[in-house]
């Protein structure tokens, strides 16, 4: 790619890597960290004519919640108002999710096409609101707590 100067990166994350939901400490922590490499890696490479496109999906009408996950015999009563609650036999798994994984492929094809694609891309409704949300409190709580964090400064 560098010597063409050109091609495409893209990485799935997850909403979950900006706003974690209870239980999933370390399905959030990947996709943090895919993030985190995402957004590095689009610095490096953007100049050499390189396209990085990170997509942040919310919940899909998948297997994710059914087939595909899986508990554990051990159980901890500590968590039980908490990460308890997404244990495996409290997840409903025939909930309907907002997200049509038929449209998502052609979405991300779509977009990565553009001659301007976004470093970020969100998929779903739900995406776009938890997003907003989620980084609206973060500001919020930055600017509550600013003057504190400028006390540090030499």
Known sequence: M?????????NISSIAALSAGVGSSY??????ALESVSDALYQEVTPLGIKVLLVQPGAFQTHFYDKNIEGTELKINDYDATAGK???????????????????GRIIVDTIEQENPPFRLLLGSDAVSVMQTELQH???EITRWQDISKQSDF
Do not use: F, T, W
Not at 27 to 32: C, I, N, R, V
Not at 86 to 101: A, F, H, L
């Open 2 to 10: 560098r010597e063409q100067k050109s091609g495409a990166i893209i």
């Open 27 to 32: 399905y959030a922590a990947s996709k943090a």
């Open 86 to 104: 997404n244990r495996k036999e409290n997840i409903q798994p025939d909930q309907v999710y907002p997200g049509d994984p038929q449209k998502d």
């Open 138 to 140: 973060r500001l919020k």
